[in-house]
Antibody, heavy 119, light 107 residues
Framework: EVQLVQSGAEVKKPGESLRISCKGSGYSFTSYWISWVRQMPGKGLEWMGRIDPSDSYTNYSPSFQGHVTISADKSISTAYLQWSSLKASDTAMYYC????????????WGQGTLVTVSS | DIQMTQSPSSLSASVGDRVTITCRASQGISNYLAWYQQKPGKVPKLLIYAASTLQSGVPSRFSGSGSGTDFTLTISSLQPEDVATYYCQKYNSALLTFGGGTKVEIK
């Protein structure tokens, strides 16, 4: 069974750093890309960027380039989304999601990680 | 960047009604278009890919059409369990982009 299991909810203060994780199982982790998707409270889905876990090649949405870092450790089948300095506006649910190589849609999603940034 | 515009942003229809949601791309994307359903408090779910191919297990009342810049998602007979927000997404390039979403409610 394909699973993407994300790390638990986080409560942070503005200016703090954070890394959340997404562990894949039930499939060959390096054969699929992992994307990260943001959903702010009461808002729509926003694609942030993706990583190819086989070589850690990344693509970012222009809206998120420079604000977050996506990385992966293929030895433990885990992808990460990282912030160096959080802002209150980073408060959102973050989903990781899997899609096949090439031009393919997302087919599996993680359960989401709620990040709350508040002083 | 290619923008994806959905309309309407919300709709209310009666059980059994035919519902149509539109997604427009600012440039042609061939048929690299997916539709997702997100029920309240739940994870999004893939409904349709390649503009018109139904994902396994999705009820046949859902259908998709279109190519190039204009796409539609149709629910042939709206059911109470279809209350959700629906999103289109393009995947023709390295940059995936979602539409703004259409919230479907029961009248």
């Amino acid at each position: 069974e394909v699973q993407l299991v994300q790390s638990g909810a986080e409560v942070k203060k503005p200016g703090e750093s954070l890394r959340i994780s997404c562990k894949g199982s039930g499939y060959s982790f390096t054969s699929y890309w992992i994307s990260w998707v943001r959903q702010m409270p009461g808002k729509g889905l926003e694609w942030m960027g993706r990583i190819d876990p086989s070589d850690s090649y990344t693509n970012y949405s222009p809206s998120f380039q420079g604000h977050v870092t996506i990385s992966a450790d293929k030895s433990i089948s885990t992808a990460y989304l990282q912030w160096s300095s959080l802002k209150a506006s980073d408060t959102a649910m973050y989903y990781c999601a899997r899609h096949s190589r090439g031009q393919q849609p997302i087919d599996y999603w993680g359960q989401g990680t709620l990040v709350t940034v508040s002083s | 960047d290619i923008q994806m515009t959905q309309s309407p942003s919300s709709l209310s229809a009666s059980v059994g009604d035919r519902v149509t949601i539109t997604c427009r791309a600012s440039q042609g994307i061939s048929n690299y278009l997916a539709w997702y359903q997100q029920k309240p408090g739940k994870v999004p779910k893939l409904l349709i890919y390649a503009a018109s191919t139904l994902q396994s297990g999705v009820p046949s009342r859902f259908s998709g059409s279109g190519s190039g810049t204009d796409f539609t998602l149709t629910i042939s007979s709206l059911q109470p369990e279809d209350v959700a927000t629906y999103y289109c997404q393009k995947y023709n390039s390295a940059l995936l982009t979602f539409g703004g979403g259409t919230k479907v409610e029961i009248k």
